[in-house]
């Protein structure tokens, strides 16, 4: 597990260097990126974005518990094991709807304003393509936040769910491939990316947001990015330095991005 984390840390720091070279952004100034000393300020500067996300995530799960801890003392139904089955139900059967071009089988999991919102999103992205998924594979699910209400009604929690599948987009009238989730290697040609994308699994990670409504968990949104780093990502060095000494100081946090549309 140790050897996992390590690695996982070098990779997603090797990410986060690799976006801010090619998407360098204006104020990120000191150096053009040219040299040794370019290199070491990127790597500081993804070290410290990765080092704030980690402490965020953590505090963020840990008052999570804590918050879930307290609901269940009025509440037998704030259970983890029951949310992540309605999650895991509700995640599968929409992956298979988005594949069908087709949500009215998970209408009734989804708030009425989700679902208008999903539907036209799908209207808008698949009107002449199909969405291919398969392997679905869930890997992990950790409980990002909990909001308990008075009474049982607009409660809601977030679940981050980080799982893997194929997923790539064909012409629905030609059958030919058009794009896939997975990113395209470095001097891959397009045939071998393509067979790549149509044959291997993709690991990803998104939010799934409940409210409860007449008793019953309702999905509120989807959101595929945990603003954590991107809410940093442009910030210079010095102001890095700034919110890493302020997460690391104090257990406040935040969930209202998982409540935003």
Sequence with gaps: MKKLKIFSLIIFVLFIFTYVIVDARAGWGGSSGSGDGGWAIWAVIAWLIYAI?????????KKAKKDLEEALK????????S?????????SKYQIARWEKDL???KHLMTKKYYEKAKKIMD??????????KDIK???????SVRDMPGRDWDMFAMEV???????????KTWKFIRSTMPKRKNETNLSYQNRAMTSASEFKEYYIFIRYDWKWLLNNIKEKFSIVWDIISLKEKDLRKVL?????TDYVDDSVFYKD
């Excluded at 869930?138 to 990002?144: G, P, S, T």
């Excluded at 980080?162 to 629905?172: G, H, V």
């Excluded at 000494?245 to 100081?249: C, D, I, T």
């Design 124 to 133: 808008k992205k698949l009107s002449w393509k199909i969405n291919i998924i």
């Design 53 to 61: 996300y980690e402490i965020r995530r953590r505090k963020m799960i």
């Design 83 to 91: 949310l992540k089955e309605d999650v895991k139900n509700v995640f």
């Design 104 to 106: 009215t089988s998970v």
């Design 74 to 81: 009025s509440d037998s139904t704030w259970n983890i094991k």
């Design 138 to 144: 869930i890997h992990e699910m950790n409980l990002m």
């Design 245 to 249: 000494e302020q997460e690391e100081s």
């Design 162 to 172: 980080s799982a893997s599948m194929i997923d790539y987009t064909i012409n629905e």
